[in-house]
């Protein structure tokens, strides 16, 4: 029964193949032997006799254009041990062609080795000729199509995809889509085509390749068993059809838009900023946008200010916007701005980046090379009688140059926008007339280290209007900063004077009197009624104070009175924003009588908060509570705050959200932002600013001063070093281990030589710098502590001469001083960031020729000569200059060392020879430095120099070797002189010998390099 069941299966598989035509083949990979089964012979038109039996036999009935591929992919099968699947045509004896489809895998043996091929092949010629058929349809096509594979190869184009696409089909076929047309990566070609054939969808869509195609695309995908099919028409026509309905549709909506903008506001920067806005990108890839404040008489040009630069791109606005901020300083007296700005026409170019290059300088002119644009129009913007602006539109290559009808545009919006911007200016005058009388009357704020101060006044709408609202921020002699806002009542010149009046009144009692918040109000009561300045007015006065404890934990205490006016508001580091007392009734206005009681609050503010005082007019609004005002004020700062805004930022920001152009009333802020105490204060603030008459050393100003006092003994040295080091770690300080250097060197004089029983020692941490100071009991004057640095040779070994020695340490890293005070003397050193290495700096030489360019020969002194270097190196120039400032810098402080006799010695020879060339070490630097900036790689240095330099060069030589010698020993940080470096010192050594004695012309370092070999070449 088993037997007649497999003689079953086999007749199934037989009657199987037979019904499918299908054919065997078994290859002896050894023996070489091919076996064809019947079915495959007659496949062929051969039978046992005309077959050979052999591959040959078999490539010969290979038709003669696929024999190297089918070659081909039998080797990878038997190489590989791997599996077949090929199709390709045979030549029949009867002269007939037919396609064959063939399977087979390959049999190893125990090694691994290839020694069979066994497969099947039928016949496909039926398959082919429909594909044939399908081809020759998709010819015909007035439609191009493609075909694309799962790897996205293309399998088919016909000639309507070739004219199209711009390629033959022979180029393409069996190539990446993405490779052969990279622009559709990551467009929607390729967003489309993946949806396709991940979802099994047809999608339809419109499409824009750019050049070399730069054509619309209507396409349609469909996905089949063999990838997707594609079918696209190019509707580029269609397309800028629909553009042209859109664009007049869009130059409507901007006349619109240009009108609600410009009568919404009354300031011309925002005026030409919302003219500039709606161009780009509507009209230009990028503008910029130019103010005529001064319209010039008698022959003087008008003067021009650029109020605002955008770009339609936005990595490129900052460069448009530093274009804007330097270019007229730049423009070429040649320009065409004065003809625009005395004509009614636009001025219109092409070539712009041309154009504009010969008319800018310097860094103008190399953003001009960076933005590249190609086409340029210049509107001028004409009021009732002049010119109030300019707006400059530029377009790059591919957007095309301006056309009649987009001119036609700009000339109508130059139209609005000059009337607008007219009215604008007639008001801006009469409003400045105003501000600027009450601005006279406010003074710029201080910036205590760590407390960064901002102010803003804004004048109502109303022309010619002045108000009684005012701000300020001072210092009180003791060190505590002193914030004020307050507001007189009235909007007249009458309130402008009483503002000033009672400004000036709580200014001079905080000063004075040192009181604080609730008692100064009290005493500004009394001068009011004792003066008979019949006024009144709101105010609140807040001070800031911080204890040592306080210090400690990096928290500040902020205490106020409030006398009638709206609430501060305090902006915490993680956001949230409060209002300072706003459950309490403040206390009665200023002005109602000396009898008044005033109240005073108190909060613990952290580091990183802001603190804002501010009138009423931010908050106001009429017909509506000043409750809504309040907690608008509340929204905007929550939101402005999680933009992390450097402070005048933020006041600007806020006045801008807050309050609207048509101001119904005078808005005055003063805000201050708290600084970590602990680290450096920040670039984007303020420069540190205190007035000299205030007391740096106050209880207020702790949080700058760090004391400590200890016994005036050696054995107090370490816990000096410790105080020091404790400060500035926690304020992350670079100066740590110069100034603990430092302190210990002040420390040590004053144990050993002041003879008293005690040392005080201060810390004081500015933004930038570090003071230590150290005030002792001694009676050695203070001329006896000067610094010998270094060691001068011949100087009387004895005790006296030690007293000073280690302040050599101090007078190489700091500027530093010595005074008297009525119990002894006082020592202190000034370090700060960066200046190390200004400090020890050679000395510069004896009054000789000015130093500059090359003079001629017959204007030097006798004894002098010029030297010219070219084509000198500048990296190498000043990485050498740099590691001799390190040399010496390293030598000097061994110097103060007695015992370190061999760096004395190459010390004072390295001063001693370099003396007569360090101002020409000095142009050299500069002009290195210079030319490094300006981005050269090569300069000619002249340089002035005495003779007699000539006969030291040997000298210098074996001094900077000894050195060397030094640094190998490792008895030097600095590492040795290199190949390179020695090299330059060389050739530079060598053209003043050759130049000063010799009378030789210059030998560039080129030519110098090419005939001398260098260690490493």
Known sequence: MPLLEAEARELAWRLATDAAGVGAFDWDLVSGELHWDARLHRLFGLDEGTFGGSIEAFEESVHPEDRARVAAALDAVVAECGELAIEYRILRPDGSTRWITARGRAVPSEDGLAVRLLGAAYDTTAEQDGEARVARVLESMPTAFFGLDPQWRFTYLNEQGERLLGRSRDELVGAVIWDEFPASTGSDFERYYRLCAESGEPVAFDAYYPAPLD??????????PDGIAVYFVEVTERHRAQEQVALAARRNALMVELSERLTDTLEMGE?????????????????????????????????????????????????????????????????FLPAVLAAHQPLITDRATEVLSELFTDEARSIVGQL?????????????????????????????????????????????????????????????????????????????????????????????????????AFMQAEGATVLVIGDVVGHDTAAAAAMGQVRSMLRGIAVHSGLGPAALLQGVDRALETLQVETTATAVVARIEQTPDELAAGVTRLRWSNAGHPPPALLAPDGTVRLLGAAAEPDLLLGIGPQVERTEHEVVVERDSTVLLFTDGLVERRGEPIDHGLTRLQRELTRLANEDLPLDELCDRLLSRMVPSLREDDVALVAVRLHPQDQPRPADAAPGRVPDAVDPYAPYARGRILRARFAAEPASV?????????????????????????????????ALHSGGTFMELSVRLDADAVTITLADEGDVPPEAVAPRLPY??????????????????????????????????????RLEEGAAERAIRLPDSPAGPVQGSAAPAGDLPEGWGTVRLLGCPVALAMRADEHLDALVRELQLLATDRRNARSRAIVDQLQALLTGSAHARGVGRLTAQAAAADGADMIDVDLVLPTEVVDGLGAIGEAVRAADDLCREERLLTTPTTPQVAGLRSWIAGEIRHQLRDGKAPESWDAWRGRTQLPGD
């Open 718 to 750: 370490p816990a000096v070093r410790r105080f020091v080091r404790d400060a500035l770690k926690a304020r992350g300080s670079s100066l740590i281990d110069d100034a603990e250097l430092c302190a210990a060197e002040l420390a040590t004089n004053a």
């Open 372 to 472: 590249r644009p190609e086409h340029a129009v210049v509107i001028p913007l004409w009021g009732r009688d002049r010119v109030v602006g300019l707006l400059t539109i530029f377009r790059d290559t591919d957007r095309g140059a301006f056309g009649e009808d987009e001119v036609e545009t700009l000339l109508e919006l130059a139209q609005r926008a000059g009337l607008a911007l007219d009215n604008t200016r007639l008001f801006a005058e009469q409003r400045e007339l105003a501000a600027g009388l009450q601005r006279s009357m406010l003074t710029a704020p201080p910036q205590p280290d760590h407390l960064e101060i901002a102010v803003r006044y804004e004048a109502a709408a109303e022309t010619a209007q002045v108000g009684g609202d005012w701000h300020d």
């Open 215 to 224: 054509a619309w695309f209507e396409v349609r995908a469909w996905p089949n």
């Open 271 to 335: 005026a030409m900023a919302a003219v500039g806005s709606i161009v780009v990108p509507a009209l230009g890839d990028w503008c910029v946008a130019t103010l005529v404040h001064d319209p010039g008489h008698e022959g003087r040009l008008p003067a021009l200010r650029d109020v605002g630069a955008w770009h339609a791109v936005d990595d490129r606005r900052d460069l448009v916007a530093r274009f804007a901020e330097i270019r007229l300083d730049q423009l070429a007296d040649t320009s």
């Open 792 to 829: 001068d040779a011949g100087e009387a070994d004895d005790e006296t001469t030690t007293t000073g020695r280690g302040l050599g340490i101090v007078a190489v890293l700091a500027e530093w001083g010595v005074e008297r005070t009525p119990s002894g003397k006082r020592v202190w050193a």
